[in-house]
């Protein structure tokens, strides 16, 4: 039976006041806080989870580093999520069209998202409270594992939104099976698309990787105050995370590319020039968990540099080459080039002079972190 509704019926309109820039400065700034935000928000999709199985069941140094992790959480969550804002408003500014009806779609998972990052950020601080002054409850621990519990289903709920975000196609019959006399009820999922349950599970195997490149980072910069032991044995579980993450991406990511992606994207994504970033997509995995071989005996300044670079251009890549496979979905339906430009000079010029000041803001944060480390560690545990 022939649904009553075409896609194209649920398309928001364009807005006659127009996108503030052309598209493809909005494109880049979309990346731009993705991929600052997938670097922070990967560890508490993965590393918060690894974080409390390793203080629950591992052994002495599995505990610490689970501790290390907890007690940087909150501080992690909280840049993590400033930087998602950053992803989400070029989002909505660039893909309205799509991104306002598929939420509508999905209102209450969609908006539920916020009242569960609230409440896990919460039970983030209770946790690493328990564990920093030695507290740590049954309460506290359950606490803890409900916390991480939440931080995957978030992950399952934007995966949710971006993947609906571009099946139009399933649009009609999703509304049909949740609306009331013609009036959605806010309550579908995209679980019917093909393509949602190997992008979940394949950014995961990611923010895993992005986890082991942290251990790296927090070993080499962070843990002056460790024995020689720890950071030894840093570097073996290190790339024991990277392996597990390379491993997980490369399923899950050939399910995903192999398994479900349209005729017209395959065509594009594997002829050239784009087959060139598809290969790159899927080997540049191996770099950072080459260096973490390489250099997991010793996990020095300039190794961890070099792993972060390496798994920055991980994140970069595969960004880029979602922004285009979500252009390529979305184009049967919306061409993003014909949105009318009304350039906003003033809006623009504020927002790159915050931007630049919040990332320089940050970095000194760093810094005075690292230096009060160091500091610590130098005058020993009587400071």
Known sequence: MPLPISPRDLIGPMSPLGIPAPYPILACFKGLGFVTHMWFMHLWYAGLILAVVAYAFGGEHHRRWGARLAKQMPVIIAVGVNFGILALLFLQVAYYRAFYPATILMAWPWFSVFFGLTLA??????????????????????????????FLVEGFLFANALSLMTNIGGWPSLWLNTSVAAAPLGTGL????????????????????????????????????????????????????????????????????????????????????????????????????????????????????????????????????RQIVQNLELAPFINLADEPVRMQWGATIMFLVLLVLGFVVLGWIIAKVVAVNRQAAHLGPEA
């Not at 899927?282 to 961890?304: C, N």
Request: glycine residues 10%; aromatic residues 14%; hydrophobic residues 55%.
């Open 190 to 321: 995209n679980t019917a698309d093909p393509t949602l349950w190997p992008r979940w599970l394949m950014m995961f195997g990611l923010a895993v990787l992005t986890t082991s490149a942290y251990i790296v980072a927090d070993t080499a910069f962070f843990a002056h105050d460790e024995t020689d032991d720890y950071r030894r044995w840093a570097g073996g579980f290190a790339l024991k995370v990277a392996t597990a993450g390379v491993l997980c991406f490369a399923a899950f990511g050939s399910w995903y590319v192999f398994g479900t992606w349209s005729r017209e994207v395959r065509a594009v994504m594997f002829g050239s020039p784009h087959v060139f970033l598809t290969a790159l997509t899927a080997v540049s995995v191996g770099l950072p968990w080459l260096l973490i071989l390489l250099g997991r005996r010793r996990l020095t300044g300039a190794l961890a540099w070099a792993v972060v670079a390496a798994q920055v251009g991980v994140l970069t890549i595969n960004a880029l080459s």
């Open 121 to 150: 950020y919460y039970g983030v601080y209770l946790y690493e409270l328990g564990i920093r002054h030695g507290t740590l409850t049954t309460l506290r621990r359950i606490i803890g594992w409900a916390a991480a519990a939440v």
